[in-house]
T-cell receptor, first 114, second 108 residues
Framework: EPEVTQTPSHQVTQMGQEVILRCVPISNHLYFYWYRQILGQKVEFLVSFYNNEISEKSEIFDDQFSVERPDGSNFTLKIRSTKLEDSAMYFC????????????FGQGTRLTVV | GQQLNQSPQSMFIQEGEDVSMNCTSSSIFNTWLWYKQEPGEGPVLLIALYKAGELTSNGRLTAQFGITRKDSFLNISASIPSDVGIYFCAGQRNDMRFGAGTRLTVKP
């Protein structure tokens, strides 16, 4: 069964460093998302991406964040100059092109900023 | 904004009991979804609802898409210990927004 895969599963980084979180969405999907979940809290929308551009972003997704689809398979989230409060699980999700299709999530990357 | 209000925040129930949780929003959504998340895992889709008024079942789970398109509920009948987890509602228009989750604990 096709699935969304994320790497790495866990990343520890020093405050101020840049990190890139990687996702491989399901191959025929067209809409891609990043969400964040701080431990024990709700899943928060960061950004949606369609047709090689950002379609919507939340107030969390400031200039520190960027997304890219560098090739036909990967979808990356870059966090520049990480802060302690960036520590969270980051989930990638993808869905197909029709309106009535559900999103499927990866297993997440646990980012720890020290 | 597309805020979703999910309740209750947590539930502690005895095995065999039925469970009900719901989500409301001031925004209209085209799709309502219910996900379950277990520790260390990503959310897993349980039920997707596509039409206002739709009532859908998946085993012991039943969910409904409210007539106004601004709310949805999820029922779990005859709960078992493996139902433990956090249940999230999600409303979808172009992107998808989540409720804060209902943490379910089932005592054997």
């Amino acid at each position: 069964e096709p699935e969304v895969t994320q790497t790495p599963s866990h990343q520890v980084t020093q405050m101020g460093q840049e990190v890139i979180l990687r996702c491989v969405p399901i191959s025929n999907h067209l809409y891609f998302y990043w969400y964040r979940q701080i431990l024990g809290q709700k899943v928060e929308f960061l950004v949606s991406f369609y047709n090689n551009e950002i379609s919507e972003k939340s107030e969390i997704f400031d200039d520190q964040f960027s997304v890219e689809r560098p090739d036909g398979s990967n979808f990356t989230l870059k966090i520049r100059s990480t802060k302690l409060e960036d520590s969270a699980m980051y989930f990638c999700a993808s869905r197909g092109g029709q309106m009535n299709t559900e999103a499927f999530f990866g297993q997440g990357t646990r980012l720890t900023v020290v | 904004g597309q805020q979703l209000n999910q309740s209750p925040q947590s539930m502690f129930i005895q095995e065999g009991e039925d469970v009900s949780m719901n989500c409301t929003s001031s925004s209209i959504f085209n799709t309502w979804l219910w996900y379950k998340q277990e520790p260390g895992e990503g959310p897993v889709l349980l039920i997707a609802l596509y039409k206002a008024g739709e009532l859908t079942s998946n085993g012991r789970l039943t969910a409904q898409f409210g007539i106004t398109r601004k709310d949805s509920f999820l029922n779990i009948s005859a709960s078992i210990p493996s139902d433990v987890g956090i249940y999230f509602c999600a409303g979808q228009r172009n992107d998808m927004r989540f409720g804060a989750g209902t943490r379910l604990t089932v005592k054997p």
